[in-house]
Each structure stands twice: as C-alpha cells, then as structure tokens.
C-alpha cells in the first residue's frame, strides 16, 4: 500500500564555497601557497598579479604633453624625445646587475636569498666508507642492500635473510647468511657507528667497539650490554656491580660510557629545507603596543583574467554557447575562491589578535601563560570553536622569543588553595625543576612530586602528575635512579 506524507526537517548544510573557505582556513601558508598554484592551473580566469605590475599600479602615469585640442603635441624636427643620453648609460646606476658597480651600488640592508649547502646523503657516505674497506664486488653488492634497507633512525628494520634471498634472485648470486652478517658488521662499525643494528642492545655494542676508551672500562661496557642488558636497562646497580665484580666507582665510570652513546644513529640526517619553519603570523613590539602581521608576502596576488571576462559580458555574444557556459561557471570558481583567501586573512588576523590580547604577559615576558582554550578565543572573535581548531593547526607564529606553535598557547588551568587558576604548562615547567633539583640516588616518586605540589598550593592528583611528567618525556623514579 502506497502513502503520500508531508514531513518537516529543520537542516544545515554547508555551500561549497563554505567548504573552500573552510579547507583554506586550516591550511598553513606554505602548502596554502601550493593550493594556490594548483588552482592558477586548472581556472584559466585566474592569472598572478606581477610585482612589476603592482609597483606600476601604485604610481600614476604621466601623461604626455598634448595640444589645445587635446592631440599631443608632436615633437620638434620630427625627432623622438630624448629621455637618456651618454652619460646617463655611463652612470654607475644602470650599470650591469653582474658588473662590480652594481655590488657597490646596491643597498646592504637589501636581503638576498643564501644559496643551501650541499649535503651528501648518509647512504653515500657509508657506501664511500665501505668502498674503502672492501675491494669485493659481491660484499659491495651486500653492502648497498642493507644500507638500502636502513630507517630514519639508522637501523635496519627487514629481516637479513630476507635481503639476502633478494640479492640471490635479482643478481643471481649465492650469497650466504653468514656472509651478509659479516658486511654487517663491518657496516655498523662505519661513521656514524651503530648504524643498521638490528636492536638497540646491537646499536650500543657496536658504538662501544668502534669508540676509544680505556681497555678495562671497554671491556667491562661491552659485558653489560652482552650479558647484563636488562639488568642495565631497570637500572639494577646493585646487580650490575655484583655481577661484573666491581665497586661503585667503576660501575659509575662504565655508566658514564654507556650514557653518552647514541641510541639514534641516523637521527639528525635532515636537509635545511625538511628543517626549516616558516612562521604564518609575525608579532612585534611597538611603543608598547603589538603589530600582527600576517606573512603572507609569498602568497601570489590573484585576479580575474580581463580576456575570459569580457566574453561573459554582454558585449561577448559572439562566443559559443558551450564556452560562454564554461567561462561562466570558471569566473564564479575564481570569484569564491579571491573571496575565500580574502576572508582566510581576515579570520587569522582576529584569532591572532585575539590570542595575544589574552596572553599579553607572555608575549611581554615570554614566561607566564595564562589558561586558555579554544571556547576563550571563540567567544571573544565571535566564531565556532571549529574555526578556531582550523585557524590554529599546523600553524607558527614568530616572536621576539622564538617561532611557536599556536597550540601552544592554549593549556587548561588548575585551581589552587588561593582560588586562581594556573597554566598547566607552569606546572609542567615546576614538575621539570622538582625532578632536576632531587636526589639522583633517591628520585621522587609521582606521589612526592604531588605532595610537594599541594604545599605549594597546587590542587593536583598522582595521576596527573604521572601525565604530565610523561608528556614531558621524563621516566619513572627508579629509572631515574644514578648511581
């Protein structure tokens, strides 16, 4: 049986140029610079704005001189107008951009883009080690397969039979697992030593073979991290010291050894390009009040393309139908999409502004945070808390303390016995000090850290702390513990 009914829904549904915005808000301006890139190639009736081109705009035209009835005036003799002669091309200033007079010429406050230093990768430079070490093709061939192999973090995460058996297949070879262990270890006792271990107890023994230390403190090292690794490990120095048959002072000296290799081999290994951030708001102090400024200096400058415009208008009738209907469509594209980038400014600028008018002491003293979320800055710009999520993700803004992140900025609060609220990032910076200022022999528990905290006036619970000094990288008290 067939029912026709009426039903009334109340719904919101974003337009797709809401969406745009909203997809352009939360990107940084770096990859908003890509996006922008993007979009110049696939809209005709987009085209960047030229700096030539903007630097003509803002100055007004001369106009020629002209006749009483507006023709301009012809010049004398039928000759051109000399706008330069010899010594104007003798001048310094428009000497050759490449010639000395320009250098001297040219202003020292000007900046000038530093060419990067060229890096040579860590697979080259242990493959050139190796080469030295070995005139055998075949352990070569071994060698550049394993380094082929190793992570980030310079070790080497596949299974050595597994390389082995690729090696066999694409070269035709017979490689066996001994000797591929063998190029092994001749490969992990290159600079940077360590590298393409397989664990981290095979990382530090490699380390301490290839190091120079004293024969006696060596031997002793290498024996804790062969036999006794997870009594190291828990930090066990009563065991340790029984069972390598040695006082306290030597197991300290032996600790010191094994303290100071590096469990990363290969961290570090970053181009200035993957180790470069570019701040998307810059803040500065001026006559004790602070100037946002939006750096978007890098951003092309969009327009409508004057030639695809002039068909949609009525004095392009002669187009087709199917291009008029095409260009049309395209104009609205690039219309919304001006528009989003436009509005994309606006909104930053007001969170930004926003932020720094509540935490106005840090930006003055680069210390005190007051608590603040995402609710705080919504209210105060008149947005959802979405938009703020969107406005403050992958994003930096530069001080005159540093580059920081805009999460960063944003902490919960505590109440203490006094009834104000303190940062969170202040109580995680004096968790920090009560763990550098305590008995390295009797490390603090979460329970003390706690205590210490409530008779400073801070309402804070055990497992808050154990949070807190996790997010801050910091270990348990018993692997705290130094002998």
Known sequence: MINLSQQLKLGLKLTPQQVQYLKLLQ???????????????????????????????????????????????????GKADDSYSLEDYINDDLAGYKSPESYRNRDEDEEYERPLVATVPLSERLLSQFRLQSDSETDFIIAEE?????????????????????????????????????????????????????TLQECLIAQVKAGKYDPILKELALKTLELYFEDLKLKRFDNLAANLHVGLDTLRKVMEIIQHLNPKPGEGEFSPQENYV???????????????????????TL????????????????????AREFIKQKFESAKWFIASIHQRRETLLKVMKAIVERQRQWFEE???????????????????????SRVVNSKYVQTEF????????????????????????????????????????????????????????????????AKYREQLGLPIARLRKKI
């Open 303 to 322: 327009r409508i393309n004057n030639a695809y415009r002039d068909m949609v208008t009525p004095k392009g009738k002669k187009a087709p139908k199917e």
């Open 278 to 300: 570019t701040p998307d708001f810059i803040v500065e102090k001026d006559n004790g009040e602070f100037l946002v400024v939006l750096n978007d200096r890098n951003l092309p």
């Open 366 to 388: 680069g210390e005190v945070l007051k608590p603040m979320i995402y609710k705080d800055i919504a209210e105060a710009v008149g947005v959802d808390i979405s938009t703020i």
């Open 146 to 198: 394993i380094i082929g192999n190793v992570d980030e973090d310079g070790y080497l995460r596949r299974d050595l039979a597994l390389i082995v058996q690729d090696i066999n297949l694409s070269f035709g070879l017979e490689v066996t697992l001994e000797q591929a262990e063998q190029v092994l270890r001749k490969i992990q006792l290159l600079d940077p030593p360590g590298i393409a271990a397989r």
């Open 402 to 465: 540093g580059v920081y992140s805009l999460k960063e900025f944003f902490t919960s609060g505590l109440e203490t016995a006094s009834g104000e609220d303190v940062s969170n990032q202040m109580i995680k910076q004096r968790i920090r000090d009560i763990i550098a200022a305590e008995d390295p022999q009797k490390p603090l528990n979460d329970d003390k850290i706690a205590a210490m905290l409530a008779a400073e006036g801070v309402k804070i619970a055990r497992r808050t702390v």
């Open 27 to 77: 990107l940084p301006n770096l990859a908003l610079e890509q996006r922008i890139k993007t979009e110049l190639e696939l809209n005709p009736l987009l085209e960047q704005i030229d700096e030539m081109e903007l630097s003509i705009d803002q100055v007004e035209p001369e106009k020629e001189p002209t006749t009483d009835d507006g023709a301009e005036e012809p010049a004398q003799d």
